[in-house]
């Protein structure tokens, strides 16, 4: 069954993927742009990328403004969507809480209103920090009374980027539940290349960090022997997203998309140092002192590295018990990751180190 769909996001990374994804199965797709104009180049994209270019239609706005700046006749085309996706998010650091809220978090409430509202699903993109209970406590999120939290004293500990993200997951949770309306939310490790072509755009923290490791900026490793960085493919991402947006039992659940058997940070740097052709660091340095070097001036961009990239490095593992059954019941399993890393590291060396 084909329908209609509404996607913020999907010129970026992991929207391209979901536009594929979505018109290769034969739903129509409103994608909210900032510029429209844009269009021949996303169509061109997704065809790339195994979807179908007619099935993507441009609805001109942003998330930062009231009602997503839809014009009258966009809202009334977006009104036939099955499904809102939220994926759009201001995703870079060094962000003031204030512009990270303005998009991030209000933009976040602006689609879940719209979706509430026409009585629509929505599938919104959280992040894999906060399915980590122990580090919610330890920066101080009460999770289980979220508007106990004393948000801005996040914003202060992990920087504008993650602590919107949080702020806008409890927002619209809340909001979604007071209004009796359905929603699904998918949160994604860090995201890698596709497992076949490898391909992840210029920016993404992975393809950030295979480049910084070939260029020798890495000289050693955050963090202990347990520290990981969990990963995800984007085709099983994808996958996983469009499975759980149209599963009615999947009625305001919450689902991860990790891959449990991602390696430990020091072998994973090792492995794609190996695939680079580059010495792999040994030594390990510890997050908290890393963290302090990193605030002194130039050394950040000294070694291409924010302090905001590390809270993402930590020893917690992962109940994966609900993703394995969701796995089942969709028949998805995690493509070879040995080679996806090897293909996103060959695309990283193809398109982004000259
Ligand atoms: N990639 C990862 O490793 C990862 C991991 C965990 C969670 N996530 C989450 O997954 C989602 C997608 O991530 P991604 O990697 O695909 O991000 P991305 O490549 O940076 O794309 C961000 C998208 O958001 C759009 N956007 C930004 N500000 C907007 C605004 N004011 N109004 C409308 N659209 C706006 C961008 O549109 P323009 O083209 O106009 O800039 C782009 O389409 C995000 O919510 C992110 O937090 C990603």
């Known amino acids: 069954m084909s329908v209609e769909c509404f996607v913020t996001g999907g010129t970026g990374f992991v929207g391209q993927h979901l536009l594929a994804r979505l018109t290769a199965t034969g739903h129509k797709t409103w994608v909210l742009m900032r510029s429209p104009e844009n269009i021949g180049r996303l169509r061109q994209q997704v065809e790339r990328l195994g979807g179908n270019p007619t099935y993507v239609h441009p609805v001109e706005g942003d998330i930062s403004r009231e009602e997503l700046g839809l014009s009258e006749a966009d809202k009334q085309r977006v009104s036939s969507a099955a499904v809102a996706f939220h994926l759009a998010a201001q995703f870079t650091w060094g962000l003031s809480m204030e512009h990270a809220r303005a998009v991030n978090v209000q933009g976040a409430l602006r689609v879940a209103r719209l979706a509430a509202n026409q009585r629509i699903r929505l599938l919104m993109v959280g992040g894999y920090m906060l399915q980590n209970l122990t580090h919610l406590a330890s920066i101080g999120v009460d999770h289980e009374r979220p508007e106990n939290t004393n948000w801005p004293a996040v914003y202060d500990r992990v920087g504008g980027y993650e602590g919107s993200k949080l702020e806008s997951h409890f927002s619209v949770m809340r909001y979604m539940q007071e209004a009796g309306a359905d929603y699904t939310i998918v949160?994604?490790?860090?995201?890698?290349?596709?497992?076949?072509?490898?391909?992840?755009?210029?920016?993404?923290?992975?393809?950030?960090?295979?480049?910084?490791?070939?260029?020798?900026?890495?000289?050693?490793?955050?963090?202990?022997?347990?520290?990981?960085?969990?990963?995800?493919?984007?085709?099983?991402?994808?996958?996983?997203?469009?499975?759980?947006?149209?599963?009615?039992?999947?009625?305001?659940?919450?689902?991860?998309?990790?891959?449990?058997?991602?390696?430990?940070?020091?072998?994973?740097?090792?492995?794609?140092?190996?695939?680079?052709?580059?010495?792999?660091?040994?030594?390990?340095?510890?997050?908290?002192?890393?963290?302090?070097?990193?605030?002194?001036?130039?050394?950040?961009?000294?070694?291409?590295?924010?302090?905001?990239?590390?809270?993402?490095?930590?020893?917690?593992?992962?109940?994966?018990?609900?993703?394995?059954?969701?796995?089942?019941?969709?028949?998805?399993?995690?493509?070879?990751?040995?080679?996806?890393?090897?293909?996103?590291?060959?695309?990283?060396?193809?398109?982004?180190?000259?």
């Open 187 to 354: 949160h994604p490790a860090t995201v890698c290349g596709h497992s076949e072509s490898g391909h992840i755009l210029e920016g993404q923290p992975l393809a950030e960090l295979i480049r910084n490791l070939a260029q020798g900026r890495f000289k050693a490793v955050p963090g202990s022997p347990e520290h990981w960085l969990p990963v995800v493919s984007v085709d099983y991402l994808v996958a996983m997203i469009t499975c759980v947006a149209f599963d009615p039992l999947m009625a305001n659940q919450q689902v991860l998309a990790l891959y449990e058997r991602t390696p430990n940070l020091q072998e994973m740097l090792g492995r794609l140092a190996n695939m680079l052709g580059v010495k792999a660091p040994r030594r390990h340095v510890a997050i908290g002192l890393l963290r302090w070097l990193l605030s002194i001036p130039g050394l950040a961009a000294r070694f291409a590295i924010s302090a905001e990239s590390l809270n993402f490095i930590q020893t917690q593992r992962f109940d994966m018990r609900h993703s394995k059954q969701l796995e089942q019941r969709y028949q998805l399993t995690h493509p070879d990751m040995a080679r996806t890393l090897e293909n996103t590291v060959r695309y990283v060396k193809g398109y982004f180190i000259n």
